[in-house]
Protein backbone atom coordinates (compact mmCIF):
# COMPACT_ATOMS: atom_id res chain seq x y z
CA UNK A 1 0.00 0.00 0.00
CA UNK A 2 1.51 3.17 -1.09
CA UNK A 3 0.94 5.59 2.35
CA UNK A 4 1.35 8.73 0.22
CA UNK A 5 -1.90 8.50 -1.66
CA UNK A 6 -3.86 7.76 1.46
CA UNK A 7 -1.91 10.59 3.49
CA UNK A 8 -2.37 12.61 0.56
CA UNK A 9 -6.19 12.28 0.15
CA UNK A 10 -6.28 12.61 3.58
CA UNK A 11 -4.36 16.07 4.11
CA UNK A 12 -6.02 17.74 0.86
CA UNK A 13 -9.97 17.30 1.94
CA UNK A 14 -8.83 17.45 5.97
CA UNK A 15 -7.54 20.41 5.38
CA UNK A 16 -10.51 21.78 2.97
CA UNK A 17 -12.68 20.90 5.78
CA UNK A 18 -11.24 21.79 8.78
CA UNK A 19 -10.46 25.56 7.04
CA UNK A 20 -14.10 25.80 6.10
CA UNK A 21 -14.98 24.37 9.95
CA UNK A 22 -12.72 27.05 11.19
CA UNK A 23 -14.45 30.12 9.66
CA UNK A 24 -17.71 28.88 10.91
CA UNK A 25 -19.59 26.37 8.39
CA UNK A 26 -20.91 23.54 8.85
CA UNK A 27 -19.59 20.49 6.63
CA UNK A 28 -23.47 19.75 6.05
CA UNK A 29 -23.48 23.35 4.18
CA UNK A 30 -21.04 21.83 1.30
CA UNK A 31 -23.35 18.77 0.74
CA UNK A 32 -25.02 19.21 -2.62
CA UNK A 33 -26.24 15.93 -4.44
CA UNK A 34 -27.16 18.03 -7.00
CA UNK A 35 -23.89 19.95 -7.69
CA UNK A 36 -22.61 16.05 -7.44
CA UNK A 37 -24.32 15.03 -9.84
CA UNK A 38 -23.32 17.62 -12.45
CA UNK A 39 -19.59 17.22 -11.54
CA UNK A 40 -19.72 13.95 -11.40
CA UNK A 41 -21.68 13.17 -13.81
CA UNK A 42 -20.15 15.48 -16.64
CA UNK A 43 -16.91 14.75 -16.06
CA UNK A 44 -17.84 10.89 -16.60
CA UNK A 45 -19.53 11.63 -19.50
CA UNK A 46 -17.10 13.94 -21.17
CA UNK A 47 -14.39 11.22 -19.90
CA UNK A 48 -16.09 8.51 -21.94
CA UNK A 49 -16.84 10.42 -25.02
CA UNK A 50 -12.81 11.10 -25.10
CA UNK A 51 -12.04 7.75 -24.96
CA UNK A 52 -13.03 3.99 -25.87
CA UNK A 53 -15.03 1.52 -23.68
CA UNK A 54 -11.18 -0.92 -24.00
CA UNK A 55 -9.45 2.17 -22.60
CA UNK A 56 -11.96 3.15 -20.01
CA UNK A 57 -12.44 -0.36 -18.73
CA UNK A 58 -8.72 -0.17 -17.08
CA UNK A 59 -9.87 2.83 -14.85
CA UNK A 60 -10.46 0.67 -11.56
CA UNK A 61 -7.40 -1.24 -11.77
CA UNK A 62 -5.67 2.15 -12.87
CA UNK A 63 -6.64 3.97 -8.98
CA UNK A 64 -5.97 0.42 -7.35
CA UNK A 65 -2.33 0.36 -8.98
CA UNK A 66 -2.01 4.50 -7.45
CA UNK A 67 -2.92 2.85 -3.69
CA UNK A 68 0.03 -0.18 -4.26
CA UNK A 69 3.60 0.35 -3.78
CA UNK A 70 5.56 -0.63 -6.49
CA UNK A 71 9.31 -1.55 -5.83
CA UNK A 72 11.96 -2.61 -8.12
CA UNK A 73 14.62 -3.98 -6.83
CA UNK A 74 17.53 -2.82 -9.49
CA UNK A 75 20.19 -4.33 -7.31
CA UNK A 76 18.81 -8.12 -7.65
CA UNK A 77 17.94 -7.15 -11.57
CA UNK A 78 21.68 -6.60 -11.87
CA UNK A 79 22.87 -9.31 -10.03
CA UNK A 80 20.66 -11.78 -11.70
CA UNK A 81 21.53 -10.27 -15.25
CA UNK A 82 25.51 -10.47 -13.45
CA UNK A 83 24.75 -14.21 -12.90
CA UNK A 84 23.58 -15.26 -16.45
CA UNK A 85 26.03 -13.62 -18.06
CA UNK A 86 29.15 -15.72 -16.14
CA UNK A 87 27.29 -18.82 -16.25
CA UNK A 88 26.71 -18.19 -20.67
CA UNK A 89 30.66 -17.31 -20.48
CA UNK A 90 31.53 -20.40 -18.56
CA UNK A 91 28.86 -22.56 -20.10
CA UNK A 92 27.61 -20.93 -23.02
CA UNK A 93 24.35 -19.08 -24.27
CA UNK A 94 22.29 -22.76 -24.84
CA UNK A 95 23.01 -23.51 -20.77
CA UNK A 96 20.53 -20.63 -19.69
CA UNK A 97 17.62 -22.15 -21.31
CA UNK A 98 17.44 -24.46 -18.15
CA UNK A 99 17.44 -21.09 -16.10
CA UNK A 100 14.06 -19.62 -17.88
CA UNK A 101 11.36 -20.69 -15.47
CA UNK A 102 13.54 -19.11 -12.66
CA UNK A 103 13.56 -15.56 -14.20
CA UNK A 104 10.38 -13.77 -12.41
CA UNK A 105 10.44 -10.22 -14.57
CA UNK A 106 8.97 -11.41 -18.15
CA UNK A 107 10.57 -8.51 -19.69
CA UNK A 108 14.25 -10.21 -18.47
CA UNK A 109 12.98 -13.32 -19.94
CA UNK A 110 11.43 -12.48 -22.51
CA UNK A 111 14.98 -11.30 -23.69
CA UNK A 112 16.85 -13.90 -22.67
CA UNK A 113 14.59 -16.40 -24.55
CA UNK A 114 15.66 -14.25 -27.77
CA UNK A 115 19.50 -14.20 -26.81
CA UNK A 116 19.00 -18.29 -26.66
CA UNK A 117 17.63 -18.53 -29.93
CA UNK A 118 20.27 -16.37 -31.39
CA UNK A 119 18.66 -13.17 -32.43
CA UNK A 120 21.00 -11.17 -33.81
CA UNK A 121 22.08 -7.92 -31.66
CA UNK A 122 19.98 -5.23 -33.89
CA UNK A 123 17.40 -6.96 -34.10
CA UNK A 124 17.19 -7.69 -30.42
CA UNK A 125 17.36 -4.33 -29.48
CA UNK A 126 15.31 -3.23 -31.74
CA UNK A 127 12.13 -5.86 -30.52
CA UNK A 128 12.91 -5.28 -27.17
CA UNK A 129 12.53 -1.29 -27.96
CA UNK A 130 9.31 -2.00 -29.12
CA UNK A 131 8.25 -3.74 -26.92
CA UNK A 132 9.44 -0.66 -24.34
CA UNK A 133 7.97 1.72 -26.59
CA UNK A 134 4.60 0.04 -26.82
CA UNK A 135 4.18 0.15 -23.12
CA UNK A 136 4.91 3.73 -22.81
CA UNK A 137 2.19 4.48 -25.35
CA UNK A 138 -0.24 2.27 -23.27
CA UNK A 139 0.78 4.20 -19.95
CA UNK A 140 0.70 7.41 -21.70
CA UNK A 141 -2.94 6.80 -22.62
CA UNK A 142 -3.97 5.46 -19.07
CA UNK A 143 -2.82 9.11 -17.46
CA UNK A 144 -4.26 11.17 -20.47
CA UNK A 145 -7.54 9.71 -19.05
CA UNK A 146 -7.54 11.16 -15.23
CA UNK A 147 -5.35 14.05 -17.00
CA UNK A 148 -8.74 14.90 -18.80
CA UNK A 149 -10.65 14.30 -16.10
CA UNK A 150 -9.26 16.71 -14.26
CA UNK A 151 -9.47 19.38 -17.13
CA UNK A 152 -13.17 18.87 -17.67
CA UNK A 153 -14.41 18.77 -13.80
CA UNK A 154 -13.69 22.20 -13.01
CA UNK A 155 -15.30 23.30 -16.41
CA UNK A 156 -18.39 21.09 -15.28
CA UNK A 157 -18.42 23.21 -11.75
CA UNK A 158 -18.73 26.13 -13.83
CA UNK A 159 -21.64 25.11 -15.41
CA UNK A 160 -23.22 24.11 -12.62
CA UNK A 161 -22.66 26.80 -10.99
CA UNK A 162 -24.10 29.01 -14.16
CA UNK A 163 -27.30 26.57 -13.71
CA UNK A 164 -27.47 27.41 -9.95
CA UNK A 165 -27.59 31.33 -10.76
CA UNK A 166 -29.91 30.83 -13.76
CA UNK A 167 -32.00 29.70 -11.10
CA UNK A 168 -31.17 31.74 -8.91
CA UNK A 169 -32.31 35.00 -11.07
CA UNK A 170 -35.51 33.44 -11.42
CA UNK A 171 -36.70 33.82 -8.51
CA UNK A 172 -35.43 37.46 -7.68
CA UNK A 173 -39.29 38.27 -5.83
CA UNK A 174 -37.79 36.08 -2.81
CA UNK A 175 -34.91 38.26 -1.28
CA UNK A 176 -34.80 35.89 1.30
CA UNK A 177 -33.91 32.83 -0.69
CA UNK A 178 -31.08 34.86 -2.25
CA UNK A 179 -27.98 34.51 -0.14
CA UNK A 180 -28.41 30.48 0.46
CA UNK A 181 -29.49 29.84 -3.36
CA UNK A 182 -26.39 31.83 -4.45
CA UNK A 183 -23.94 29.95 -1.90
CA UNK A 184 -25.54 26.19 -3.13
CA UNK A 185 -24.86 27.33 -7.10
CA UNK A 186 -20.85 27.53 -5.93
CA UNK A 187 -21.08 24.39 -4.37
CA UNK A 188 -20.66 23.38 -7.71
CA UNK A 189 -17.24 25.07 -8.42
CA UNK A 190 -15.99 24.08 -5.53
CA UNK A 191 -16.20 19.87 -6.41
CA UNK A 192 -15.59 21.02 -9.63
CA UNK A 193 -11.88 21.84 -8.68
CA UNK A 194 -11.23 19.93 -5.72
CA UNK A 195 -12.07 16.74 -7.46
CA UNK A 196 -9.78 17.77 -10.15
CA UNK A 197 -6.81 19.19 -8.17
CA UNK A 198 -7.17 16.28 -5.00
CA UNK A 199 -8.36 13.44 -7.18
CA UNK A 200 -7.68 12.97 -11.34
CA UNK A 201 -4.74 15.22 -11.65
CA UNK A 202 -2.86 14.03 -8.84
CA UNK A 203 -4.21 10.25 -9.86
CA UNK A 204 -2.45 10.97 -13.24
CA UNK A 205 1.08 12.66 -11.81
CA UNK A 206 0.81 9.34 -9.21
CA UNK A 207 1.17 6.74 -12.49
CA UNK A 208 3.62 9.11 -14.26
CA UNK A 209 6.14 8.41 -11.15
CA UNK A 210 5.39 4.77 -11.42
CA UNK A 211 5.52 4.97 -15.20
CA UNK A 212 9.12 6.60 -15.11
CA UNK A 213 10.21 3.60 -12.71
CA UNK A 214 8.73 1.02 -14.54
CA UNK A 215 10.72 2.78 -17.52
CA UNK A 216 14.25 3.01 -15.83
CA UNK A 217 13.74 -0.46 -14.95
CA UNK A 218 12.99 -1.79 -18.66
CA UNK A 219 15.71 0.12 -19.85
CA UNK A 220 18.04 -0.93 -17.37
CA UNK A 221 17.19 -4.57 -17.81
CA UNK A 222 17.48 -3.97 -21.94
CA UNK A 223 21.17 -3.18 -21.11
CA UNK A 224 22.15 -5.93 -19.16
CA UNK A 225 20.51 -8.31 -22.15
CA UNK A 226 22.16 -6.45 -25.15
CA UNK A 227 25.56 -7.11 -23.23
CA UNK A 228 24.89 -10.77 -22.11
CA UNK A 229 23.94 -11.43 -25.99
CA UNK A 230 27.38 -9.37 -26.80
CA UNK A 231 29.58 -11.75 -24.66
CA UNK A 232 30.64 -9.13 -22.66
CA UNK A 233 32.64 -9.61 -19.47
CA UNK A 234 30.33 -9.93 -16.05
CA UNK A 235 32.61 -7.70 -14.24
CA UNK A 236 32.22 -5.19 -16.99
CA UNK A 237 28.43 -5.81 -17.33
CA UNK A 238 28.27 -4.94 -13.19
CA UNK A 239 30.26 -1.89 -13.70
CA UNK A 240 28.26 -0.86 -16.48
CA UNK A 241 24.64 -1.36 -15.15
CA UNK A 242 25.79 0.29 -11.66
CA UNK A 243 26.28 3.32 -13.89
CA UNK A 244 22.27 3.74 -13.81
CA UNK A 245 22.05 3.80 -10.17
CA UNK A 246 22.37 6.63 -7.61
CA UNK A 247 26.33 6.58 -6.64
CA UNK A 248 24.54 5.77 -3.11
CA UNK A 249 23.46 2.76 -4.78
CA UNK A 250 26.18 1.51 -6.27
CA UNK A 251 27.49 -0.13 -2.56
CA UNK A 252 25.94 -3.91 -3.49
CA UNK A 253 27.54 -7.07 -3.58
CA UNK A 254 26.70 -10.23 -5.56
CA UNK A 255 23.98 -12.20 -4.28
CA UNK A 256 26.03 -14.77 -2.05
CA UNK A 257 28.89 -12.93 -1.53
CA UNK A 258 30.71 -12.60 1.93
CA UNK A 259 30.46 -9.93 4.15
Given at each position: ??????????????AL?????????T??????????????????????????????K??P???????????????????????L?D????????S???????????????????????????LL?????T?????E?????????????G????????I??????????G??D???K???SI?M???????G??????????FA?K?K???????FY?????????????G????F?R?????F??????????????E
Amino acid sequence: MDITTILGLLAGFGALAIAFIMEGGTLGALASVSAALIVLGGTFGATVLSFTFEELKKVPVLIRVSFQNQYYDFHHLINEIVRLADQARREGLLSLEQNLDEIEDPFLKLGVQLVIDGIEGSLLQGLLETEIHCMEERHKTNISIFEAAGGYSPTMGIIGTVMGLVNVLGHMDEPSKLGPSIAMAFIATLYGISFANLLWLPFASKLKIKHKKELFYRELCLEGILSLQAGENPAFIREKLLVFLDRKQRNIRPEGSEE
